[in-house]
């Protein structure tokens, strides 16, 4: 099915696209999630499997999958993990499709990483296609800058993207080291590409770099700029976002400073810049974690992230007052199909030889994110 826009579009856990992120379909006999005994079925599969598996579980996947993770983290930390792990022939990873790609990269040719449920995309990273993204290369190429200008893209894109990057000359960023990337970029040219989420991009160069908002330029796939504004722009933003990110508005901020007294507002670099200007504090899953833990008792905290980890951190802390940002719910609907009988059915598979959903990524794709990676890693 094709949309106008031309991007494909299948109802989430039907039908097939292998070049998108979403609407991967699930062969498998899975077990029914009214089962009593999946905590169990999971506990024995794993123990079976022993050393040779290594479960990682992303910080916004549900509390029944995360009890079986043996490390939780951000997705870059959990693709290290994953390399640090050379024994362990199966990689089963909690987390969401770009994720899994960026761990069969940097993990050996012996491992095998499986994504217990083929349909969680990320939304975000489909937002960047290559087809769009090499079509974007062109336009500025005819613009006359694509010699200038440095891509820079986010840990959440496909490998695809990444590799685009390294090919480029380009990097990869985290949320935690989006500063240092964009100050690299701009040492090795003029003007950079951000991809694909604009917020990450435009907080991170106004608010941390010095640049104003005139500087930032949307590029529209959909409606591409004119050569005149690429070349008046200093940093290109990607028109992409997080669906879970981009629901936090700035009266959320102050509704919730209304509601709670006293409050310390605490956001992910993903939301809006408005949202971003209004909060008191702002930093990575890494970095939110952190700050709660150092958080003294007795204090209030409005989170603007996900759900699942909103509501782990209000457990993990109980001495302080742990208030999700929004008043409605905004779990992300892809890392949420990672479910306890998508694991069960997985870790099962595997104990009886049969690897499902595997996660693999070409040689070239490999060889060229490889590349942007390790300059991420080179960073100062
Ligand atoms: S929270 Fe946002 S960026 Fe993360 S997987 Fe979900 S849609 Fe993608």
């Not at 975000?124 to 296609?129: I, W």
């Not at 200038?148 to 990057?165: E, G, H, Q």
């Not at 951190?313 to 109980?318: C, H, R, S, T, V």
């Not at 049969?354 to 960073?379: C, Y």
Request: with cysteine; glycine share 6%; net charge negative.
């Amino acid at each position: 099915m094709a949309t106008q826009t031309g991007l494909p579009l299948f109802v989430l856990g039907q039908d097939t696209d292998p070049h998108s992120e979403k609407g991967v379909d699930c062969p498998g006999e899975l077990p029914a999630a009214s089962d009593p005994g999946l905590v169990e079925r999971a506990r024995k599969a794993k123990e079976a499997l022993g050393d040779r598996l290594f479960v990682l579980g992303h910080h916004y996947q549900r509390d029944e999958v995360i009890q079986f993770a043996d490390v939780t983290g951000d997705s870059f930390k959990l693709a290290q993990q994953a390399a640090a792990r050379p024994e362990a022939e199966y990689i089963v990873f909690c987390g969401v499709h770009f994720m899994a790609e960026s761990a069969d990269i940097l993990t050996g040719d012996a491992q095998k990483v499986i994504l217990p449920d083929l349909a969680a995309g990320c939304s975000m990273a489909d937002m960047a296609t290559f087809d769009q993204v090499e079509e974007a290369w062109e336009i500025l190429e005819d613009a006359g800058i694509a010699d200038t200008v440095v891509p820079v893209t986010y840990m959440n894109s496909s490998a695809d993207i990444k590799a685009f990057c390294g090919r480029h000359g380009g990097t990869v960023c985290t949320s935690s080291n989006a500063k240092r990337a964009l100050e690299w970029a701009f040492e090795q040219g003029e003007k950079v590409l951000f991809l694909p989420d604009q917020h990450l991009g435009r907080n991170t160069a106004v608010l941390e770099m010095g640049l104003s908002l005139e500087d930032c330029l949307v590029y529209n796939p959909h409606r591409p700029p004119s050569a005149e504004e690429l070349r008046r722009a200093k940093i290109i933003l990607w028109k992409g976002h997080c669906s879970v990110h981009g629901r936090f508005t700035a009266d959320s901020v102050d509704d919730v400073r209304r509601r709670i007294p006293g409050v310390n507002v605490l956001v992910h670099p993903e939301c809006k810049h408005e949202v971003v200007l209004k909060a008191d504090h702002v930093g990575s899953t890494e970095y939110i974690i952190k700050k709660l833990a150092e958080a003294p008792a007795g204090s209030k905290w409005a989170v603007g992230t996900e759900l699942n980890l909103v509501k782990r951190l209000g457990q993990m802390f109980p001495d302080k007052s742990v208030s999700f940002l929004d008043k409605t719910v905004c779990y992300c609907s892809t890392m949420n199909r990672i479910d306890l009988p998508h694991l069960v059915w997985a870790l099962e598979s595997l104990v009886l030889g049969e690897v499902v959903n595997q996660i693999t990524v070409d040689a070239d794709t490999t060889h060229w994110a490889k590349v942007a990676l390790d300059r991420m890693l080179a960073l100062p």
